[in-house]
């Protein structure tokens, strides 16, 4: 027995020692050192968005924004650029005259009278009232500030007094010293139809609200016709020829429009014409001499005026646009 324990331990011992040199030599081993760590790489965080403006804060102005964007812009109000007021239209000259002047005296009547100015004497324009009409045409400058207007109206009788010498005096109370026996012409002188044409250019001072005043400046004529003397002395003979020649003048305008309703109006207009002189010739003025029996009648030649009318026109009236 002992001897196969013995042979057994032989056979066994080459094993272990084998085993136990390598539990040895793993053990002696030096340990592989662990790899190095790598470095770490720092990365900056992003960085933070701004703020945004509160929700509600900002939705009013994208709206509006938006609404801008998709808002259709008004279409433009077309202007009517013609317009027109009727009324009434009051003239009434601011007038004065030079004296008056014979001329082409020839024959008895250079025994009394003779060429040149009456000393005193005078003559005047009276005046009228007429219906009338405004047109008007808006222009299309400054914002249609500007406009042409004229007027139009019935023709008018404008009525030649006389003043002064003329009137209250013979034109001829002697010849060589003995009376004549022609009397004073008294007031009236001769009447002649008139136009005045006139074209003024228009500047409002408002464009808005329901009061529009306005300012003018312009030019006009006096055109006179169907001139005729008048004056019972100077028509008792024969008729004279009587002749007013066109005045032109300067025109000074001013004014208010009210809108009424919708498009009716109302207006009131002051036109002033200045530096209007018309000049007006009596030809064949023939005149009886009751105190001369020699002399039955004389040719006194003719009588010129030259008056400064300067009317003053005022008109008020209703009218529309269109």
Do not use: C
């Not at 081993?29 to 900002?58: D, K, L, N, Q, Y």
């Not at 009051?90 to 005259?97: D, G, I, L, M, Y």
């Not at 004549?180 to 009447?191: H, I």
């Not at 024969?238 to 009424?260: H, I, M, N, R, T």
């Amino acid at each position: 027995m002992r001897t196969l324990l013995a042979i057994a331990l032989v056979l066994a011992l080459p094993g272990i020692a084998d085993a136990d040199r390598r539990k040895k030599g793993r053990a002696n081993r030096p340990v592989p050192a662990a790899p190095a760590a790598e470095p770490e790489i720092e990365f900056e965080p992003p960085p933070a968005p701004a703020p945004e403006a509160p929700i509600a804060a900002s939705e009013p102005a994208t709206a509006e924004a938006d609404a801008e964007v998709t808002r259709v812009a008004p279409a433009p109000v077309k202007r009517k650029r013609f317009y027109v007021r009727a009324g009434i239209i009051h003239v009434a000259p601011q007038s004065s005259s030079r004296e008056m002047e014979l001329a082409d005296i020839d024959g008895a009547a250079s025994l009394a009278v003779e060429n040149g100015p009456i000393a005193g004497s005078g003559a005047e324009v009276g005046s009228a009232t007429v219906p009338g009409l405004i047109l008007g045409y808006v222009l299309p400058f400054l914002d249609d500030r500007l406009s042409l207007e004229t007027v139009l109206g019935v023709p008018f009788t404008v009525k030649f007094r006389a003043t002064g010498t003329l009137a209250n005096e013979s034109i001829a109370p002697t010849a060589l010293g003995i009376p004549t026996g022609v009397m004073p012409l008294g007031p009236e002188l001769g009447e002649a139809k008139a136009a005045p044409p006139l074209l003024t250019l228009v500047y409002s001072l408002m464009q808005r609200g329901p009061l529009r005043p306005y300012v003018g400046a312009g030019v006009a004529v006096l055109i006179a016709y169907d001139a005729k003397v008048t004056n019972p002395m100077l028509i008792e003979v024969s008729q004279p020829e009587f002749e007013v020649a066109p005045a032109p003048g300067l025109v000074f305008q001013g004014g208010l429009e009210a809108k009424l309703w919708k498009g009716i109006y109302a207006r009131l207009d002051v036109k002033f014409i200045a530096l209007m002189l018309a000049r007006a010739e009596v030809h064949h003025i023939q005149v009886r001499t009751p105190e001369l029996p020699l002399f039955d009648t004389v040719e006194v030649g003719t009588a010129k005026m030259s008056v400064w009318v300067n009317p003053l026109i005022v008109q008020a009236g209703l009218g529309l646009d269109f």
